[in-house]
């Protein structure tokens, strides 16, 4: 079994800054694409940001210069920093992992529970 635990989430004002971590545990051999997502409230799950392990990151176009994706390999945590926080960033945030199964070797993703940010003007 495979979890994610997200932390990092929170109430900050405009201008501000948070950081979301999400910690990978569990049966895993290796861990490949590592991608944060958003979703707000009646709105569609949308990427923010992803991160390949060998270190190719891409990002929204709405966060661009803002927002920081990094991830600790000998962790198995991925990082977002994210700066410059805007109000419509206000969303609940989620972790998402793309593995090579420890004991097949199977390719599976899993999916964080979630943590909210919110961004107040």
């Known amino acids: 079994q495979v979890q994610l635990v997200e932390s990092g989430g929170g109430l900050v004002q405009a201008g501000g800054s948070l950081r979301l971590s999400c910690a990978v545990s569990g049966s895993v051999f290796s861990i490949h694409a590592m991608s944060w997502y958003r979703q707000a409230p009646g709105k569609e799950r949308d990427l923010v940001a992803k991160i390949t392990s060998g270190g190719t990151t891409n990002y929204a176009d709405s966060v661009k210069g803002r927002f920081t994706i990094s991830r600790d390999n000998a962790k198995n945590t991925v990082y977002l920093q994210m700066n410059s926080l805007k109000p419509e960033d206000s969303a609940v945030y989620l972790c998402?992992?793309?593995?090579?199964?420890?004991?097949?070797?199977?390719?599976?993703?899993?999916w964080g529970q979630g943590t909210l940010v919110t961004v107040s003007s």
């Open positions: 998402n992992v793309g593995y090579f199964d420890k004991f097949d070797r199977r390719y599976l993703e899993r």
